[in-house]
């Protein structure tokens, strides 16, 4: 047995990987040229939960406006969020501008280069530290993303969820023992490359795979199984309402979220509870009256641990002028006319069907 409980030594691992990354591998993704800490970051904090190919087109899009370090810290969250809205999770990106904002006030806008200093920055967990590590430096520094967790864990057979503690310090011991020394920048792409497109989550391509002999899920028939998934567990059900405020010449009332908690820092719909009368949440809220309140279908909106049931509630307003709202924390946004905000997804869709 090899070391580290592979069935094959690490360095003969490594060496088929990188013999089938050459011809099979990703070499054109667009944060590869050039692969500088800056763009290596960005794109390793979008690919979390999210695939290549809807990566790709926010990530060209928010280079485009924020093309370094220092442009991204000196743009307001909004604009930020913004140019986020549609890949959720939005802690991600507004760690991406707590994080600029310490490397150009604290290291005069150059990323650090060790493990230690990369992880103190919001955001930035080990696997993302190694891979701007690897990937821009050619530091040797192991990964551990979704993909990678997937190939070590049908290689060497690791049992259980790998959001456990101890299934996670199996991954990284395995990780460590696999990244060799030469061609980092390569390996690490090239484990990611293999678990996106041969060792998938479903119907991998064994036959294809330059591990595929030295694997004992596949040797023990268990690549089905391997890796084991998160324990299912019935998802607790939010209900709310949704106010859909309009006028006819402003718009629609908007509100910002709270930094914090779901859609944080994004514009949505102001909230109103069953248990809470819209025309006094109004009439508080904002000095406005409400003639008519029309109830829409309910939607579904599922986050990570637990969904969403929100319904839309129409309510048509006269004099818009006479409402009192705070200023950076509403606005009337015009539907089709005006450049929208920062909006969380199922609002942006919900305003959208309202154009179409």
């Not at 930020?80 to 890949?87: E, F, I, N, Q, S």
């Not at 990369?118 to 993303?145: F, K, M, N, V």
């Not at 567990?233 to 908007?254: K, N, Y």
């Not at 914090?260 to 809220?285: H, N, Q």
Request: aromatic share 8%.
């Amino acid at each position: 047995m090899a070391a580290a409980g592979l069935p094959l030594p690490p360095g003969k691992m490594a060496a088929a990987l990188l013999a089938w990354f050459d011809r099979h591998g990703r070499h054109d993704l667009p944060w590869q040229h050039p692969a500088t800490p800056y763009r290596v970051w960005i794109s390793e904090v979008m690919l979390q939960q999210t695939q290549v190919a809807t990566v790709i087109p926010y990530y060209e899009a928010f280079i485009a406006r924020f093309p370094s370090v220092e442009a991204l810290a000196a743009a307001p969250l909004d604009e930020v969020l913004r140019h986020w809205a549609g890949l959720g999770y939005y802690a991600r990106a507004r760690n991406l501008h707590q994080a600029a904002r310490q490397v150009v006030e604290r290291h005069g806008g150059r990323f650090p280069d060790t493990l230690e200093a990369l992880e103190a920055l919001p955001g930035i967990g080990r696997s993302t530290a190694g891979a701007i590590l690897a990937q821009a430096h050619g530091i040797r520094a192991p990964i551990l993303d979704g993909n990678a967790k997937r190939v070590l864990a049908r290689l060497a057979a690791v049992e259980g969820w790998s959001g456990t503690a101890a299934v996670q310090r199996r991954l990284w011991e395995l990780a460590e023992a696999c990244t060799p020394a030469a061609r980092v920048r390569d390996y690490t792409q090239a484990i990611m490359d293999l678990g996106a497109t041969v060792c998938t989550r479903s119907r991998p391509a064994c036959a294809d795979c330059p591990l595929g002999d030295g694997c004992r899920a596949r040797a023990e028939g268990r690549q089905g199984e391997l890796p084991a998934s998160r324990p299912r567990r019935e998802l607790p059900v939010r209900r709310t309402r949704l106010l859909l405020i309009t006028d006819p010449e402003a718009g629609v009332l908007l509100e910002r979220r709270p930094p914090t908690g779901i859609w944080g820092g994004l514009w949505s719909l102001p909230e109103c509870g069953w248990d809470t009368d819209p025309t006094e949440l109004v009439r508080a809220r904002y000095h406005g009256e409400v003639r008519s309140w029309r109830p829409w279908p309910a939607r579904v909106h599922t986050f990570t641990h637990f969904r969403l049931e929100f319904t839309p509630w129409q309510g048509a307003i006269n004099r818009p002028s006479h409402w009192v709202l705070e200023p950076d924390r509403t606005l009337w946004y015009n539907v089709g006319l005006s450049e929208p905000p920062g909006l969380a997804a199922p609002v942006r869709a919900l305003l959208e069907g309202m154009r179409n």
